[in-house]
């Protein structure tokens, strides 16, 4: 881009157009995945929620997760405790029952993984493939949307193709094939071409 516009400008540029390139790649995938299924395609109200900044959310924490290199149980528990400190010191700002972000010191609570779920992730993410419980990523992405919008988000992405989504007795565990992650990953590398002096 000319020199005539500043660095803010380039990367607000950047910024715009990788964001719309990546939900057009994530409705791309889906209406592929699910016709190459003989499957309908997705319809208009589930194009527009594969175009939420949720979406984004889910996917920028698969990528964080895989580009982190948070696999093993000392690295996934060691996630899970700066959660668990973030959630903590998040409850310290209440004020009569509100967070001074406006979140409610109930749902800031019931965010904190106790053991048990913690051991849960862990063990299921013990054969290589990093799984979370659909509760477990709804607790991790409270600040940003509701447990019920994160479970019809995920519900949507496994729906396209881009999530891993099974019953295991009463829990519902999901996983990634890389794919979100990978959009994801270009959506960034976009940005920062943008931002690299060319000579």
């Known amino acids: ?5 500043s660095r803010e400008l380039i990367c607000l540029a950047a910024m715009r157009q990788a964001r719309s390139d990546f939900f057009d790649r994530v409705v791309d995938h889906a209406e592929a995945w699910r016709r190459d299924r003989g499957e309908d395609e997705p319809s208009r109200d589930a194009r527009k929620l594969l175009r939420s900044e949720g979406v984004a959310q889910i996917a920028e924490f698969f990528f964080a997760i895989r580009e982190g290199g948070i696999s093993t149980s000392e690295a996934l528990r060691g996630f899970f405790d700066r959660h668990n400190a973030d959630m903590a010191a998040l409850l ?3 004020e009569r029952g509100y967070t001074r972000f ?11 993984f106790k053991d048990h779920q913690v051991d849960l992730v862990i063990h299921e993410s013990s054969h290589g493939t990093v799984t979370f419980d659909q509760r477990s990523i709804g607790k991790i992405l409270t600040q940003v949307m509701s447990y019920e919008s994160c479970r019809t988000l995920l ?3 496994s729906e396209a193709g881009l999530l891993q989504r099974r ?15 990978s959009l994801y990953r270009d959506h960034l590398s976009y940005i920062a071409t943008a931002l690299t002096p060319q000579d």
């Open 167 to 181: 019953d295991f007795r009463a829990v519902v565990l999901i996983s990634s094939n890389g794919t979100l992650e």
């Open 92 to 94: 310290e700002t209440c």
């Open 102 to 112: 406006g979140l409610s010191e109930s749902r800031v609570k019931s965010a904190i």
């Open 155 to 157: 519900i949507l992405l």
């Open 1 to 5: 881009m000319s020199d005539q516009f």
